[in-house]
């Protein structure tokens, strides 16, 4: 017998089952650990498209599936940002905005 969280239940278990389905990207908003109408949608989404019964219910599988599929599915980037490398010239800042080649030569009072 494994652990079994369902529809209505409140748990460090759903807060688990949260946590993997935003890991995910499955589910967006607060990790609360109630189990209400957001994460059982969620749920139902991954559930279906990994092929497991009992869409409207965590089981041992459930978690175990969860698991497995965090380590080999990749949450999307929104963009990648390029860092400075060590030695890199700062850009000249004023005010939080970048300053153009131009206005970077004259002194700002």
Request: charged fraction near 25%.
């Amino acid at each position: 017998t494994g652990r079994i969280v369902d529809r209505g239940d409140f748990s460090d278990d759903v807060r688990h089952l949260q946590l993997s389905l935003v890991a995910l990207g499955s589910l967006g908003g607060t990790v609360d650990g109630k189990f209400g109408y957001n994460t059982y949608k969620a749920l139902f989404g991954f559930k279906t498209r990994a092929g497991l019964p009992g869409a409207g219910y965590a089981d041992q599988a459930t978690f175990e599936a969860l698991a497995d599929a965090e380590l080999t599915e990749a949450v999307p980037v929104e963009e990648e940002r390029t860092l400075p490398m060590i030695g890199d010239e700062p850009e000249p800042v004023r005010s939080g905005i970048s300053l153009g080649e131009d206005e970077a030569e004259t002194p700002v009072s």
